[in-house]
C-alpha cells in the first residue's frame, strides 16, 4: 500500500506524467466547482433567512468567506511548495509556488473588496487603517505581489525559484497572524463564526450554502491552479525531449 | 421577485460583491488559459524554426 | 529598457513592498495598542495629550438622545464598570443600536467631553435570522425569571 503510494507520488512528480494527468482532471475540478458556487449563490441570496442583526447585507459572507479563506490556502500552498522545493530540489514543487500567486493574489483582493464593501454599511467604514486583521490581510496582497515581482526580475528559473521560495516562507509567519488577530488585538472585525470552540456559530439553513462556496470555492481555485501548473511545467521543460513530441507530433 | 432583488436596502452592496466575484472568476480562467496557449505557441513557433533551420 | 533595468526595477519594487508592509504594521500597532484607551482610564483623565483616540465599549440602553432636527447625537457607552458619555454629530452606521458594540474615535474638549469624529458598531460572530434570536431572547429571560421565582 505504501509502496503504491510512493510510486504514485514519484509518477506524479515526473513533469509528462503530471502535464497529461492534470488536463484529465481540470474539466471535473471547473464542472463540480461551479456546480457547487450555482448552489451556493442561488441558496445564500435568495433561499438562506436573512440576518437578524445585519439584515439581508450578511450574504456578502458567502463571496468574502470563501476568498478570504483561499486567500489564505493559497498562500500555504505556496509555503508548503516552496520548503518541499528547497529541501528535496523538487522542480514541480517550485512550479506550483509560482502557479499560486496570482490566484491568491485575486482572492486577496476579492477578500478585502469585499470586505470593504460590507464595512460600509455595517460597521460605518470603507477601511479602518491600523486594524489588525485588515492590515495583515492588505500585507498578504504586497506579499503576493512582492513574490511575482522578484521573480519577474530574475531569468534564471532556479535562481527566482530559490529567492522566491525564502520570500514566501519568511512572509508565511502573517498567514497564523492573520487567522489569530482578531483574537490578540482589538479589532473591528469579529472573531471566527466557523473554526470555533463548540461549532459554528450560524444557523443550518445559512450555513449550507456557505459550505457549499467553500467547497466550490476549492475546487475551482484547484482547476485554476492545475492549468497554471501545466503552463509552469510547459514552460520549464521547454527544451526536453516530451514537449517537443507533444508539440511536433500534434500538430505534424 | 423585486423585492427579493432589492436585498432590503443592501442591494448595491450584496449584488457588487457578487459581481465582483464572477468578474475575478472569469479574470482567472482567461488568465490560466491565455497562459498556457501563449507558453505553448513561443514553443511550437520555436521548435518549428529550428526544424526548418536543418 | 534593458533586461538589467528590468530587473532593477523589479527588484525595487519588491523592496518597495516589503517597506510598506512594515510601515503598515508599525502604523497598525501603533494606532490599536497605543491609541485605544480603556473608558476606566478616561473616567480618570487617563488620556494621550493633544491626540485623538479611541474607546469601545457597549452603547446604554436609554442613553441615546439626538437634538430634534439636528445631526448632534449624545449616547453612552459602557465597559460594565464604568461608563463616558460620547457627542457626535453625523451619520451613525446601520448597526449602531442601544446594546450595541461601538468604538469611537475622537477627544477630550475643553469642558472634558469626549468629541466623536467617528463612530463605528461592531457585531458579533453570530449569524440567524432575526426569528430564532428573539426566541433565544425570550428563552433567557424565562430562565431569568424562572430562577428569580425559585430564590
Redesign the interface.
Known sequence: MFRHMWIFLHKLASPPHFYGLAAKMIPWFYVSGLLLIAYGTIAGLFYAPADYQQGDAFRIIYVHVPAAYLSMMAYSIMAISAGIGLIWRMKLAHAVAAAAAPLGAWFTFLALATGSIWGRPMWGTWWEWGDPRLTSELIMLFLYFGYMSLRAAIDETSKADKASAVLILVGAVNVPIIHFSVEWWSSLHQGPTLVREGGPAIETAMLYPLLGMILGFTLFFGALLLARVRAEVLHRERRSRWVRNLILGESA | MME?LA?????A??W???G??FI??I???V???S??R???Q???S???AM?SAT | MKPRQQRMLAVGLAALGVVLAVAFTLRAFEENMMFYVEISDVVEGKVPDNRTFRVGGLVVPGSIVRESGQMQVKFTVTDTKNSLDIFFSGILPDLFREGQGVIAHGSLNEDGQFEADTVLAKHDENYMPPEVADSLAKHAADKAAATVVEE
Open positions: 427579493m436585498m432590503g436596502k443592501y442591494g452592496y450584496v457588487s460583491s457578487f465582483l466575484m475575478v472568476m479574470a482567472c480562467v488568465q490560466a488559459r497562459r498556457h501563449k507558453m505553448y513561443q514553443i511550437e520555436r521548435l518549428k526544424d
